[in-house]
């Protein structure tokens, strides 16, 4: 089945704890991205990637870091997590710009 | 950057009609997307636009006027599923790069 897959589905952490999401997708897609999902704010991009060690900073990259040093993963790391990235990730992955993003079903993250 | 603005509310009763406007502002723009999201899950992709008129895919059709900046999502026949958030998306090709950038969703509530 093509999916993007990623783990944890829930994590709760404490202030300062290195973390790391994990993303898979089996879909060969080039593109894959990292969104936090916040009430009253929305979808915001973290990070995108085009393919295999290119990367680049979307809107809110503050606090993350990303690799991509395989086409199929994109983890997600949070060298020193602060309560204030408690929120809901989510990512995607995309075969090309005419074509939409299909989502993993989402990490909550929460930073005590 | 762009700025993507959509009703933040919408009710409709089940068996009606619904259109979900969607105003945009980009210096680059490469296409416009309609996801769903029901509470707690993934958003889902919907529809695809990138040239000026309308595409219908069964129930749900998407307009896209690029001169105007303007998008609507048009949900015929409301079942109660189809409560949910609706985002418009808009891909932006500035810098280089290829962005997806997301409204912050209008939430829609189909009623008996």
């Known amino acids: 089945e093509a999916q993007v897959t990623q783990n944890p589905r829930y994590l709760i952490t404490v202030t300062g704890k290195k973390l790391t999401v994990t993303c898979s997708q089996n879909?060969?897609?080039?593109?894959m991205s990292w969104y936090r999902q916040d009430p009253g704010l929305g979808l915001r991009q973290i990070y995108y990637s085009m393919n295999v060690e290119v990367t680049d900073k979307g809107d809110v990259p503050e606090g993350y870091k990303v690799s991509r040093k395989e086409k199929r993963n994109f983890p997600l790391i949070l060298e020193s997590p602060s309560p204030n990235q408690t929120s809901l990730y989510f990512c995607a992955s995309s075969p090309g710009t005419a074509y939409g993003y299909t989502f993993g079903s989402g990490t909550r993250l929460t930073v005590v | 950057g762009q700025n993507i603005d959509q009703p933040t509310e919408m009710t409709a009763t089940e068996g009606a009609i619904v259109q979900i406007n969607c105003t945009y502002q980009?210096?680059?723009?490469?296409?416009l997307f309609w996801y769903q999201q029901h509470a707690g899950e993934a958003p889902t992709f919907l529809s695809y636009n990138v040239l000026d008129g309308l595409e219908e895919k069964g129930r749900f059709s998407s307009f896209l006027s690029r001169s105007k900046g303007y998008s609507y999502l048009l949900l015929k026949e409301l079942q109660m599923k189809d409560s949910a958030s609706y985002l418009c998306a808009v891909r932006d090709v500035g810098s280089g790069y290829s962005t997806l950038t997301f409204g912050k969703g209008t939430m829609l509530l189909v009623s008996p």
């Open positions: 980009t210096s680059g723009f490469n296409g």
């Open positions: 879909m060969n897609h080039e593109y």
